[in-house]
């Protein structure tokens, strides 16, 4: 059995796998991480590895605490990759991007595939049939379009709502929620039409924090995966064992 540690922007998500099934998934915070963890070990003593992928803070402490516990791999730059990566500067290369596209390179083989992460930021990445990671597109997630509107303006307030009731806002409010929810969907169906007019049978996978909320709202056709960064992170530990 695996565990695979995934320190974002906002949360510190937590997965058990036995073989490429997820067994159990938590959510915890740095305060609480270590005891999460204990308690994981509690749960499934058989846990022979560790691997971390980390775009957010997590203190070297933390991580050394968890060599207690089983050997643990960090993914970086130097892991091994089942995929081919044309990225033209692989050393600023997320781990997060990284862990997506090897789970479209195992998910959905041979396949031209368009992952979308919504987090924290929005991010674009593309693995062709043969295998070969071309890139993609970074841009500001929901919240935080709604946090610049309101740092780089005198006026406008901190908002942070998901609720639309109509696309012709009538208040300041209303507006700025039509324009970041709308904005936010209608750049996602561009991008994946983009995508569509020049790769034939392309899959779309979304994933992130956000992404239950837009998958109800995008009209293109899509498979919302909730784990598909932990499950690509599996892979990858699984490849680096040997």
Same mark, same amino acid.
């Given at each position: 059995?695996?565990?695979?540690?995934?320190?974002?922007?906002?949360?510190?998500? %937590?997965?058990?796998?036995?073989?490429?099934?997820?067994?159990?998934?938590?959510?915890?915070?740095?305060?609480?991480?270590?005891?999460?963890?204990?308690?994981?070990?509690?749960?499934?003593?058989?846990?022979?590895?560790?691997?971390?992928?980390? %775009?957010?803070?997590?203190?070297?402490?933390?991580?050394?605490?968890?060599?207690?516990?089983?050997? %643990?791999?960090?993914?970086?730059?130097?892991?091994?990759?089942?995929?081919?990566?044309?990225?033209?500067?692989?050393?600023?290369?997320?781990?997060?991007?990284?862990?997506?596209?090897?789970?479209?390179?195992?998910?959905?083989?041979?396949?031209?595939?368009?992952?979308?992460?919504?987090? +924290?930021?929005?991010?674009?990445?593309?693995?062709?049939?043969?295998? %070969?990671?071309?890139?993609?597109?970074?841009?500001?997630?929901?919240?935080?379009?709604?946090?610049?509107?309101?740092?780089?303006?005198?006026?406008?307030?901190?908002?942070?709502?998901?609720?639309?009731?109509?696309?012709?806002?009538?208040?300041?409010?209303?507006?700025?929620?039509?324009?970041?929810?709308?904005? +936010?969907?209608?750049?996602?169906?561009?991008?994946?039409?983009?995508?569509?007019?020049?790769?034939?049978?392309? +899959?779309?996978?979304? +994933?992130?924090?956000?992404?239950?909320?837009?998958?109800?709202?995008?009209?293109?056709?899509?498979?919302?995966?909730?784990?598909?960064?932990?499950?690509?992170?599996?892979?990858?530990?699984?490849?680096?064992?040997?």
């Amino acid at each position: 059995m695996n565990l695979i540690i995934d320190v974002g922007n906002s949360f510190i998500k %937590v997965a058990v796998f036995k073989a490429d099934k997820v067994v159990e998934v938590a959510q915890t915070t740095e305060s609480d991480f270590l005891k999460k963890i204990s308690n994981i070990f509690e749960n499934h003593p058989s846990i022979a590895k560790i691997m971390v992928s980390s %775009v957010g803070k997590l203190s070297d402490a933390y991580i050394e605490g968890l060599s207690v516990f089983a050997p %643990v791999l960090i993914l970086n730059k130097n892991s091994k990759l089942p995929f081919k990566n044309e990225y033209a500067t692989p050393n600023t290369l997320g781990v997060d991007r990284i862990a997506l596209v090897a789970a479209a390179f195992y998910a959905y083989p041979q396949k031209n595939c368009l992952v979308i992460d919504a987090g +924290t930021c929005i991010t674009y990445d593309f693995l062709d049939e043969k295998g %070969v990671y071309k890139g993609g597109a970074i841009s500001p997630g929901i919240r935080m379009r709604y946090k610049s509107m309101h740092a780089f303006t005198a006026k406008l307030p901190l908002i942070d709502s998901f609720e639309l009731e109509n696309f012709i806002g009538n208040s300041t409010e209303t507006c700025m929620i039509s324009g970041v929810i709308n904005g +936010t969907v209608n750049e996602i169906e561009a991008t994946i039409l983009q995508y569509q007019r020049k790769f034939k049978d392309l +899959t779309v996978i979304l +994933t992130g924090g956000d992404s239950h909320f837009l998958s109800k709202r995008l009209k293109s056709s899509i498979f919302a995966h909730p784990n598909f960064l932990m499950e690509g992170v599996n892979y990858i530990l699984e490849l680096n064992k040997h």
